[in-house]
């Protein structure tokens, strides 16, 4: 009787026993923490991301055919569990022809895909493809010796959030980049051209196109926002008055006006915009900024850099990273009408100053705070908020190819747009360097490690076994 219930007894505590277990299991799988411990948070999600992930209102399915031999497989494979993690609406499906080919090959077949090492980020009917080039920046120093390009930075998180985002959304954001006055064009690959952050925002769901305001009468329609980037000649009457409309109709607008100069007059050229800002409580100086504590070696002192900003969602973002303005003039606010706000968003050092003397510059010569000129701190930027929103900025250059790749240009001119777009709730997914952890030993350190593993360890376990063997024969 007494062996009857010590069975039972022990049945119930193994049927307990499994209970518990299970039920464990059963709350991990459901509510569990990841840490990402690697210094530059490669497996993290950033702020942009999570941001889109919760606005999620449909299900977006990710399809995932990589090879394991992929440098990238790994880090792609840890990304999409973070994603998976991040939102329930994130459906990730791994094409594994090793073990299901028949499902692997249909989904092939109906998504369209190509090549291996490949993403495919759908939802409902529209899907965006996702290639490994697309996910990396690779060395390809060391190919000189025979060797495979390495991978130097990993672009994954930036590259799946802009598909989701390019997918999930019912209709893009028009972004208009005027033309007729001498703009940067979004068309033109050169160094004085928009095709780098034209790209960029297309990345960003946004339809990005070429407008002219030129025989228009009528303010334009659909637009989120208009660009004008670097105009050389001035705005015509008639162009202004349709911009005026617009923004009384709750348009945005992002002006990147570098000084143009009269060389006959050795003077600013005007913009034609000067009605148009000053109803927004804006205006721009007829100067060329200096800021001799804010220069770059092998710059002209016209050249500066501007890591004094003043709060708002656009500056807050930058954390700190400058922004190279190339030839810029000031920008200064002016009493705004009823219902206009204006906030100034970045400005020189106390030591910059507005010059006014264009000749001596001109002239190569050596110029000096005078009476005559701005004293800084001298505004570079600065929004304005009424019926309509006007950004202003005392450079365009600052987006062009060449310089968007500096320091913050290229996140200062994307959030500008997010945020005359409505979308503040985008910021930069910078590319995360790949880290490569390495165990370096000298040739004592080997020995003392051969030593503990080939023998140490092995006697240990000897006599522990021993030791276990003498106390079960008492």
């Avoid at 990396?136 to 130097?152: H, I, L, N, R, T």
């Avoid at 985002?165 to 980049?177: C, D, H, I, P, T």
């Avoid at 952890?437 to 080939?454: C, D, E, I, P």
Wanted: charged share 25%; aromatic share 8%; proline share 6%.
């Amino acid at each position: 009787m007494k062996k009857y219930f010590a069975g039972v007894n022990l049945g119930i505590a193994l049927l307990a026993a499994c209970a518990i277990v299970g039920a464990a299991n059963w709350l991990a799988q459901r509510h569990y923490g990841r840490w990402d411990v690697t210094r530059s948070r490669v497996y993290s999600l950033s702020d942009k991301s999570v941001s889109v992930l919760r606005g999620l209102d449909r299900e977006v399915a990710v399809y995932v055919l990589f090879d394991d031999r992929e440098p990238l497989a790994d880090n792609v494979g840890e990304l999409l569990k973070r994603y998976e993690a991040a939102s329930p609406r994130i459906r990730v499906v791994r094409l594994d022809p090793e073990k299901n080919l028949l499902q692997a090959r249909q989904l092939v077949e109906e998504l369209g895909i190509t090549q291996n090492n490949s993403l495919v980020v759908a939802c409902g009917d529209k899907k965006k493809f996702i290639y490994a080039a697309d996910m990396a920046e690779y060395d390809y120093s060391a190919m000189q010796f025979g060797q495979p390009p390495a991978v130097k930075a990993f672009k994954g998180e930036e590259a799946i959030t802009s598909a989701i985002l390019n997918v999930s959304e019912e209709r893009q954001a028009r972004v208009g980049f005027l033309t007729g006055h001498g703009e940067r064009s979004i068309t033109d690959p050169g160094p004085e051209g928009l095709t780098a952050v034209a790209e960029q925002l297309k990345k960003d769901n946004y339809a990005v196109e070429e407008m002219t305001l030129l025989g228009r009468t009528e303010p334009p329609e659909d637009y989120a926002l208009l660009v004008a980037m670097g105009p050389r000649a001035a705005f015509l009457p008639q162009e202004v008055e349709v911009l005026q409309r617009y923004l009384d109709e709750g348009g945005s607008v992002l002006l990147g006006l570098d000084p143009q100069f009269d060389m006959a007059k050795f003077a600013v050229a005007p913009t034609g915009l000067g009605t148009l800002l000053h109803e927004a409580g804006l205006a721009v100086g007829d100067d060329l900024v200096i800021d001799e504590g804010k220069t770059l070696p092998f710059f002209g002192p016209e050249v500066v850099y501007v890591d004094s900003y003043r709060s708002h969602p656009v500056t807050d973002n930058l954390r700190r990273l400058p922004v190279l303005l190339p030839i810029a003039r000031s920008v200064t606010t002016v009493p705004a009408p009823e219902g206009v706000k204006v906030q100034v968003l970045m400005e020189t050092s106390p030591d910059g100053w507005g010059e006014t003397d264009l000749k001596a510059l001109f002239q190569k010569r050596q110029v000096a705070k005078d009476p005559s000129d701005k004293r800084g701190p001298i505004p570079l930027a600065a929004v304005s908020e009424g019926k309509g929103k006007v950004f202003l900025v005392g450079n365009g250059s600052f987006a062009a190819n060449a310089h968007v790749p500096n320091l913050g240009n290229e996140q200062f001119f994307s959030q500008a747009v997010h945020y005359l777009a409505q979308r503040t709730a985008l910021i930069e997914v910078p590319p995360k360097p790949v880290e490569r952890v390495a165990l370096t030993l000298n040739a004592g350190q080997m020995r003392n490690a051969l030593v503990v593993v080939l023998l140490l360890m092995p006697a240990l376990a000897v006599a522990s076994g021993i030791f276990v063997w003498r106390m079960r024969r008492k």
